[in-house]
Structures are given as C-alpha cells and as structure tokens.
C-alpha cells in the first residue's frame, strides 16, 4: 500500500488548513480511509474516517464540527479540511488506510505524516 500526503504547516490559532491523502497499491475490501495524529508525549489519536463502501464519515469528538473528511472512492484520495484550529490540533498527522468495513481508522497501512503546527 502506497499512501503519500500532502498539506500541513504552520498556521495561527483559528485559521485553516487543508490535507490530501492518495493511496494506492491495494485491493482489499472492504476499507476505510481517514486520519490520526500524534503529538509528541501523547497518544495516537484517529479522528476523521470515511467508509470505502458508503462513503460514510466518523469523526472524534475533538475534531468534529471543525473538521471535514471528504474522499473520492474512485480515486482513493480523501483530504481533510480543517477549520478553527487551535495550538492543541499540533501534531504529525498520518493517512492511513484499514482493511475494514468499520471507523474509527486504526492505522493498518499509514503514510509518512505531515506536521501541523498551531500557535496561539
């Protein structure tokens, strides 16, 4: 599985940023695509995912109603649209794919990450 990101970098608190994510590479169904972040000191964490079946969409609580997962099946690319960031939205943020008909994303195939930084 080949997942390669894009986006990320350093913005002030309460602007946006945008991340793509393209995998390819694999065959398996069903799956789910979608996004967990790592700050350092903490544990991982999933927060946006969205069904390679339906097209359905979860997200943590941390994150909902600021962020957007949007995704093209078709294509395996999804990006997250993140909105109203705050310093504590610091941290490597990974696309991952599952092999899995269920969300929250687990990270069974991830990509390289990308940093964003949030400062107050």
């Known amino acids: 599985v080949n997942i390669v990101e894009s986006g990320g970098g350093s913005v002030q608190a309460g602007e946006s940023l945008r991340l793509s994510c393209e995998a390819s590479g694999f065959t398996f169904r069903p799956y789910v695509i979608g996004w967990y972040r790592q700050a350092p000191g903490k544990e991982r964490e999933a927060i946006a995912c969205?069904?390679?079946?339906?097209?359905?969409?979860h997200y943590s609580d941390s994150v909902k109603d600021r962020f957007t997962i949007t995704g093209d099946n078709a294509k395996r690319q999804i990006a997250l649209q993140m909105n109203s960031l705050k310093p504590e939205d610091t941290a490597t943020y990974y696309c991952?794919?599952?092999?899995?008909?269920?969300?929250?994303?687990?990270?069974?195939?991830g990509g390289q990450g990308t940093q964003v930084t949030v400062s107050s």
């Open positions: 991952a794919v599952d092999y899995s008909a269920w969300c929250p994303i687990r990270g069974d195939y």
């Open positions: 969205i069904s390679g079946t339906d097209g359905s969409t």
